[in-house]
Each structure stands twice: as structure tokens, then as C-alpha cells.
């Protein structure tokens, strides 16, 4: 079937220690996105490629960067993890960017920062 | 900018019809969204509206959207304990980049 791969589901990384989120997907799709989910939060978007145009949101911290070294693979760069980014990153994707824009998520990698 | 709010938690007994309400403040939203995530997996697109249609029927699913209130529900008729999941609303809109904007998620629990 084709879906929205995200690894590792969970990861444990140390205050300031670089940390690395991996999200595939065998959809084809030109957008995949990137979203940080704390508890009770809405999903706050982070930043999306499309084909390779990367766009950031302006309030996402330059602490977290992205590379989208094809279509199938994007990654989540988090330079110096801090406690407060401790949360449920969600990758995803789209066909396109349309006016209807559905979306299809991976199951999430929760972040945990000690 | 854009808000989309909704209720946290909703508890309802099998055979019920839940319905789940969320308001937005974007007018020029086109397309308001409802994505349901079950335990472990991730959202999933469950129905949308178009922004010039005031109701949609999908088997169990009814929504209606009130475009002058900004008000957006989702009814699921003869709720079923596999129905337990959180519901997410949201909404893009036109022009440029259409992204789109969520809403905390709403718990619904289906007791048997």
C-alpha cells in the first residue's frame, strides 16, 4: 500500500544534542510537509517542500532546519534540541498545492529531549 | 491569522449519533477538512466540504457548515465504539499557498 513512513517512531535524544527525523513515502506526491504537535496543540506547521522549493514558516525557529534529498525522502534537522521542543513531529504529504489540499500523514515520531 | 477551535473531549454511548463542532475565523476559507488519527496511526482524511455548500452526506457522516457563523460540524449517526478516535477540523483557502490550518483535535470515546 501506498503511505507516509516516519522514523524511528520514537526517539530519545539529550538537551543540545543534534537529532535527525526521517520521513518516506512511496506516493509520489511533489509536497510533503512537516509538523510539530505538542499535547492538547493544534498541528503547527513547520515548513514543506515542494519538489525541492523549501518554504519555512515565519515563526519556525531556526533551530530546525529540513533536506529533501528526493522526492521519496525528507528530513528533520534539529540543531540543539531544547525541552520545549519535546513533541509528536508529523510528516506529510500532497499531490499538489491546490485550493483542495488533502493531506496524508505518517503516524509520527514522538520526540523525547532529557 | 488563521484559528480553527474545537472542544477537547466528547463522550457519547454506542448507538448514539455524536456531533463534533469546531469554529473558524478565516473568511476566505475554501475547503473545510475533518481528519480522524485512531491510536498510533496518523490523520486521515475522513470527509471535506467545499466552502459554498451548507451540508454533505456520506453514509454516516453528515457535515454542515454554517458560512456566516463560521461554524463547521461533523454528525456520525449510530456511533460505534470503533468510532473512538480524535477528530481533527480544518481549513485552506485559496490563493497562493493553501495551506491548511488545524484544530486541537476533538477526543470523542464511544462507551459501550
Known amino acids: 500500500d501506498a503511505m507516509v513512513i516516519q522514523n524511528p517512531r520514537y526517539q530519545v535524544t539529550q538537551f543540545g544534542k543534534p537529532v535527525t527525523l526521517s520521513c518516506s513515502q512511496t506516493?509520489?506526491?511533489?509536497?510533503m510537509y512537516w509538523y510539530q504537535q505538542k499535547s492538547s496543540q493544534a498541528p503547527k506547521l513547520l515548513f514543506h517542500?515542494?519538489?525541492?522549493?523549501?518554504?519555512n514558516e515565519a515563526d519556525t525557529p531556526d533551530n530546525f532546519q529540513s533536506r529533501r534529498p528526493n522526492t521519496s525522502f525528507c528530513f528533520l534537522d534539529i540543531r540543539s534540541p531544547g525541552l520545549g521542543d519535546a513533541a509528536m513531529y508529523l510528516c506529510a504529504t500532497s499531490k499538489n498545492l491546490a485550493d483542495y489540499n488533502e493531506q496524508f500523514f505518517g503516524p509520527g515520531t514522538r520526540l523525547t529531549v532529557l | 491569522g488563521e484559528d480553527v477551535e474545537q472542544s477537547l473531549f466528547l463522550s457519547v454511548r454506542e448507538g448514539d449519533s455524536s456531533v463534533i463542532n469546531c469554529t473558524y475565523t478565516d473568511s476566505s476559507s475554501t475547503y473545510l477538512y475533518w481528519y480522524k488519527q485512531e491510536p498510533g496511526a496518523g490523520l486521515q482524511l475522513l470527509t471535506y466540504i467545499f466552502s459554498n455548500m451548507d451540508m454533505k452526506q456520506d453514509q454516516r457522516l453528515t457535515v454542515l457548515l454554517n458560512k456566516k457563523d463560521k461554524h463547521l460540524s461533523l454528525r456520525i449517526a449510530d456511533t460505534q465504539t470503533g468510532d473512538s478516535a480524535i477528530y481533527f477540523c480544518?481549513?485552506?483557502?485559496?490563493?497562493?499557498?493553501?495551506?491548511?490550518?488545524f484544530g486541537i483535535g476533538t477526543k470523542l470515546q464511544v462507551i459501550p
Open positions: 480544518a481549513e485552506s483557502n485559496s490563493g497562493g499557498y493553501q495551506k491548511v490550518t
Open positions: 506516493l509520489n506526491h511533489n509536497v
Open positions: 517542500y515542494y519538489d525541492k522549493d523549501f518554504n
